[in-house]
């Protein structure tokens, strides 16, 4: 499976952006790039995926670098609410359907 | 807008004793997703299915058994329960988007 490397946690203020990167320097061509969240005491929640371009939506941006080995998912202003474990994740969309979850990252927003 | 169901939302079970889960997808979802997440780790993907069908495993002991019904609702059934099933199962539906929308989870716990 292809993997995906993240920070294990990180640190922002409130009402200012993050970045959150991840490395998947094993990406093949027809890997997704998906991002999802999740909230202390809840379920997983999507935030974005992408393929090649950067994508943008009313949550996030999604920031996918030329050669694809690496992505950025933007939080453009960080409220409180932000706080939770980020995964980035790969998805053969053509081979199969399930998401693995790896390790995440853990955002912690300083008010 | 409708969300992924799940019940009961705790299950309070004894050792070796039996239990079942049940999924309620999101209307029009025809693909249901299973997850165990365990104290402190992240979501294992469990088992999925694609209109009735199982279409993917993954790490789910051969104690546990999940079937999708024709009303797309589906269940997890877990038998001779072990301590180590402690845990949060999540419930997950997509459509053909691809986004998978999670419920609460159901917390079991095996004393």
């Known amino acids: 499976d292809a993997k995906t490397t993240q920070p294990n946690s990180m640190e922002s203020n409130e009402e200012e952006p993050v970045h959150l990167p991840c490395n998947h320097s094993t990406i093949s061509g027809t890997d997704y790039i998906h991002w999802y969240r999740q909230l202390p005491s809840q379920g997983p929640e999507y935030v974005i995926h992408g393929l090649t371009s950067n994508v943008n939506n009313r949550m996030a941006s999604l920031a996918i670098a030329e050669d694809r080995k690496s992505s950025t998912l933007i939080l453009h202003r960080a409220t409180l609410r932000d706080a939770a474990v980020y995964y980035c994740?790969?998805?053969?969309?053509?081979?199969?359907?399930?998401?693995?979850f790896g390790k995440g990252t853990r955002l912690h927003i300083l008010p | 807008a409708a969300g992924v169901i799940q019940s009961p939302r705790h299950l309070i079970k004894e050792k070796r004793e039996t239990a079942t889960l049940k999924c309620y997808p999101i209307p029009r979802h025809d693909t249901v997703y299973w997850y165990q997440q365990g104290p402190g780790q992240d979501p294992q993907f469990l088992i999925s299915?694609?209109?009735?069908?199982?279409?993917d495993k993954g790490s789910i002991p051969d104690r546990f058994s999940a079937q999708q019904f024709s009303d797309y609702h589906s269940e997890l059934n877990m038998s001779s329960l072990e301590l180590g099933d402690s845990a949060l199962y999540f419930c997950a539906s997509s459509s053909t988007t691809g986004e998978l929308f999670f419920g609460e989870g159901s917390r079991l716990t095996v004393l």
């Open positions: 994740i790969l998805r053969d969309e053509d081979r199969d359907d399930k998401i693995i």
């Open positions: 299915f694609y209109e009735k069908m199982q279409s």
